[in-house]
């Protein structure tokens, strides 16, 4: 199993820049994709952005020009690069390891979430 832990998080002013990184560990000789999500106060938690395992990403409209998403496979680091912050963007930050199961990589759970990381973004 392919598990993930976020860091990066805090608390900035409107405008202002953070980056929050994944680590992965455990199988990770296994392909697998990995994806960003928050979850705001009282909201639902929602895509944000995704990186494959052969690099491509998608972006929710939202943070598109303003996030980028992008990664280190040589640390099994996947980043999420966010400027311009806005207030809205205060969330708990999450992400999840989603591995290509098939060839020497069965697990019962291909899904793996880290714990999360909090942004604040003061105005």
């Known amino acids: 199993q392919v598990r993930v832990k976020e860091s990066g998080g805090g608390t900035v002013q409107a405008g202002g820049s953070l980056k929050l990184s994944c680590v992965a560990s455990?199988?990770?000789?296994?392909?697998?994709?990995v994806y960003w999500y928050r979850q705001g106060p009282g909201e639902e938690r929602e895509f944000v952005a995704g990186?494959?395992?052969?690099?491509?990403?998608n972006y929710v409209d939202s943070i598109k020009g303003r996030f980028t998403a992008s990664q280190d496979a040589g640390k099994n680091t996947v980043y999420l690069q966010m400027n311009d912050l806005e207030p809205a963007d205060t969330a708990t930050y999450y992400c999840?390891?989603?591995?290509?199961?098939?060839?020497?990589?069965?697990?019962?759970?291909?899904?793996?979430w880290g714990q999360g990381t909090q942004v604040t973004v003061s105005s």
């Open positions: 999840r390891a989603s591995v290509h199961l098939g060839g020497g990589c069965w697990f019962a759970q291909k899904d793996s």
């Open positions: 455990g199988d990770t000789q296994c392909a697998y994709d």
């Open positions: 990186v494959d395992s052969a690099g491509r990403t």
